[in-house]
């Protein structure tokens, strides 16, 4: 049936038959009234620019749930539209343009808009296209633009979105809500406040899309929502996808860009797995888990993000593995507060601050990570605990793993090389335990302890460093047991200041001043130690050290055995083998 004017399309749709067409001439077809379709019907035009519905009455239809002022769709057959603009100019606020409550809609190549404003008394919101009750809907191609919602989806009702542009829609491009499920796909969405929206009990399956210049959100799940993000683009928006409250997120192989927020950001009790995805130059942090949220995030690359490159917070426990954080403004990964950080296999490079990082009261099991070229190689501040295992830091410009604050470290079997300052470092209240590590080249020493750090350094190999192998100042209080110090270009273990030292079985050869040595205040215990070959002494005290020196065996140094610089060194001598010294066995002016 071939109309060319609004009186003849009105009469049209009470006349045709079941199934039947209607074809709209080019032009602009305004009504007064919108229009109930209660059969299965085609309406078709000559494309959105040429053909043009224009609602301009004050009359909406107000039945079920909600308010339409343009096209109203009440049957259980198929309502086709396609190749039209439809338009609401009326006065109230909170239509929607097109709407559907069963049935199954398809709209194609059309231009919605004018589904504007909030009714708060019959709390209704407009939108250009209201999908709910039990209706379906594919909406292919179409543009969905200057409305409070462009599309909505909700109760019951199930859409699929493709190809479809929706901009400039005062809330959202699109938003599912109730147990409705929707599939968006191919599409562009911007300059909404929220992309796409999902809540309630909604099932999302968002693929291939482009999201920018979003207020808030490109893609975000709220209430107990569950979406299937997938190789969509986000960027330029407030966050790239967001997940709040108790829903469930998998993201994988999106690329989420230089949104002002977080790449991806999960909050509330939300659940969220993230693979593959690329999240750089964001605003904050590429990848964010905050309050009670749950984050498994494999295989991501963050990069040249101001923030950290994946970071939790609150109470939020993530699972990180196998993900690249490099370049970005502050950390690689950083957990704080009260949350929990499990990260294997990560690399961790040229991040401005520290690779991996814990502050807070934060737990974090790190283990076989690759940290460089970082200001500091993995760091756990505050109250924090790490457990650091065979995990390699290297090249960063400061320590290769340091401990602060009252943090406690299990540090065993980690290689920290070329560093700039220590290969491991404790200072102030912290506590480390160092096991089976390998520490060299590293310009200060290999293990250091400061402030009034404790530390139980066993089994280590520190060669090769700046300083000393082993190093305690300051109020520290070491323990040294079967670790072996060669080839440090000073001393193989030293204590300075009023630093205490327990040390026994540890080999020290071929160092650039003394096997072991100690100074000012500080009180040394020295039992059954190998100091060999060393370009200076064996062991050396100086000052007014206090200690026991007892069983140890120092040979073939090239100065003395064992020297004592002063009469005020307090320590005593006991039962040590000493032999083919250059500069003599034992020399002690206090004798």
């Known amino acids: ?65 909600g308010k339409c002022g343009g096209i109203k769709f009440a049957h259980e057959g198929m309502l086709s539209i396609r190749d039209l603009s439809v338009r609401y100019s009326g006065v109230e606020s909170g239509c929607a343009v097109i709407e559907a409550d069963r049935g199954d809609l398809r709209l194609t190549r059309c231009f919605v808009s004018g589904g504007i404003g909030r009714d708060e008394q019959k709390n209704t919101i407009g939108c250009g296209i209201w999908i709910h009750g039990t209706a379906q809907a594919v909406i292919s191609g179409c543009i969905v633009a200057d409305n409070e919602v462009g599309i909505g989806v909700g109760w019951f009702a199930k859409a699929r979105i493709e190809l479809c542009e929706m901009f400039s829609n005062e809330l959202a491009g699109a938003v599912i809500m109730g147990n409705a499920s929707c599939e968006v796909r191919h599409c562009e969405i911007k300059d909404n406040q929220l992309g796409v929206w999902a809540a309630g009990t909604a099932r999302l399956v968002a693929r291939n899309n482009t999201c920018k210049g979003n207020t808030y959100s490109g893609i975000a ?252 100042q300051d109020q520290s209080r070491l323990v040294a047991r079967n670790n072996t110090c060669e080839g440090n270009k000073q001393g193989g273990i030293g204590l300075l200041d009023s630093a205490q030292g327990e040390v026994s079985g540890n080999a020290c050869r071929n160092n650039g001043l003394c096997g072991i040595g100690a100074q000012d205040q500080s009180r040394l215990v020295a039992r059954n130690n190998t100091c060999e070959g060393n370009e200076m002494s064996g062991i050396a005290l100086f000052g007014s050290v206090q200690g026991e020196i007892e069983g140890n065996q120092c040979a073939n140094n090239k100065l003395n055995g064992i020297y004592i610089h002063e009469r005020s060194v307090k320590a005593t001598l006991r039962n040590n083998t000493v032999y083919g010294n250059r500069g003599g066995d034992i020399y002690d002016p206090r004798r």
């Not at 709220?222 to 993201?251: D, K, M, P, W, Y």
């Not at 790449?263 to 990848?287: K, P, V």
């Not at 990570?369 to 501040?381: D, E, Q, S």
């Not at 604050?405 to 160092?434: F, K, P």
Request: some cysteine.
């Open 1 to 65: 049936m071939l109309v060319t004017n609004a009186e003849e399309l009105v009469r049209a749709i009470q006349e045709v038959k079941e199934g039947g067409e209607i074809t709209l001439q080019p032009g602009e077809y305004r009504l007064r009234e919108p229009l109930l379709i209660q059969r299965a019907l085609t309406i078709s035009g000559a494309g959105s620019e040429k053909t043009q519905i224009i609602f301009e009455g004050n009359s909406i239809f107000t039945e079920g749930r």
């Open 221 to 472: 799940l709220f209430g107990s929502a569950q979406g299937e993000v997938e190789r969509n683009t986000c960027r330029n928006n407030g966050i790239g996808v967001a997940a709040g409250e108790q829903s469930h997120l998998i993201a994988r192989n999106n690329t989420c860009e230089q949104n002002k927020g977080s790449g991806i950001a999960l909050s509330g009790s939300a659940q969220g797995e993230i693979e593959g995805n690329t999240c750089r130059n964001n605003g904050t942090d590429g990848i964010y888990a905050d309050e009670q949220s749950r984050l498994v995030a494999r295989n991501n690359t963050c990069e040249g993000n101001q923030g950290v490159g994946i970071e939790l917070s609150g109470s939020a426990r993530g699972e990180i593995e196998g993900n690249t954080c490099r370049n970005n403004g502050l950390c690689g990964i950083a957990a704080q507060e009260q949350s929990r950080l499990v990260a294997r296999n990560n690399t961790c490079e040229g991040n401005q601050g520290v690779g991996i990082a814990l502050f807070g009261s934060a737990q974090g099991e790190v283990e076989r990570n690759t940290c460089r070229n970082n200001g500091i190689g993995v760091a756990a501040g505050e109250q924090s605990h790490l457990i650091a295992r065979n995990n390699t830091c290297e090249q960063n410009k400061g320590s290769g793993i340091a401990l602060s604050g009252s943090a406690q470290g299990e540090v065993e079997g980690n290689t920290c090389l070329n560093n700039g300052y220590h290969g491991i470092c404790a200072d102030e209240q912290s506590r480390l335990v160092a096991r089976n590590n390998t520490c060299e080249g590293n310009q200060q020493s290999g293990i250091a302890l400061l402030g009034s750090a404790q530390g139980e350094i066993e089994g280590n190999t520190c060669h090769n460093n700046g300083l000393c192998g082993i190093w305690a």
